[in-house]
């Protein structure tokens, strides 16, 4: 792929090919992705949130489906975060000091049948990140009264 890309930008930077990706211009792909300091994406709002929300309801920790459920219901969406979307959000979080994280009992795991869960846990500089994300966001302006129904 590096050898296509850069092909294509030795070719002025096009490649008309269908299905080609450059992995060096997707974020996903790209670890060294630059953003600005300080600055948080949607997803992971959406995931302090739902955290933050969660242990003011009683929930101490939360798992990735159990956070995809709640982004969903407070948004309205009709379907989950996809799941790549969302662990990638997870880890690069508890990478930053937002998430702290850790597997839970295993006993607990095989009582109910199923795989560990990793459990997180929104810290401190989540929601000091939160506080200062919500603060920035704007406000949507109103809608001025459609018609003419005030002349």
């Known amino acids: 792929m590096i050898k296509l890309a850069t092909a294509v930008e030795e070719a002025g930077g096009e490649d008309t090919r269908a299905g080609v990706v450059d992995g060096r211009k997707i974020s996903s792909y790209n670890r060294s992705m630059r953003r600005r300091p300080d600055t948080l994406l949607p997803i992971e709002v959406s995931i302090l949130a739902a955290g933050v929300d969660l242990r003011r309801d009683g929930a101490t920790t939360f798992y990735g489906f159990s956070i995809a459920k709640e982004i969903r219901e407070r948004e309205g969406a009709r379907r989950l975060t996809a799941h790549g979307t969302l662990y990638k959000a997870l880890d690069r979080m508890k990478r930053a000091g937002l998430l702290a994280s850790c597997w839970e009992d295993p006993l607990v795991a095989a009582r ?40």
């Open 112 to 151: 109910e049948r199923r795989p560990r869960r990793r459990l997180y846990e929104v810290t401190s500089a989540g929601e000091q990140a939160l506080a200062k994300a919500q603060a920035e966001r704007p406000r949507p302006t109103p809608r001025p009264a459609e018609g003419l129904a005030g002349l």
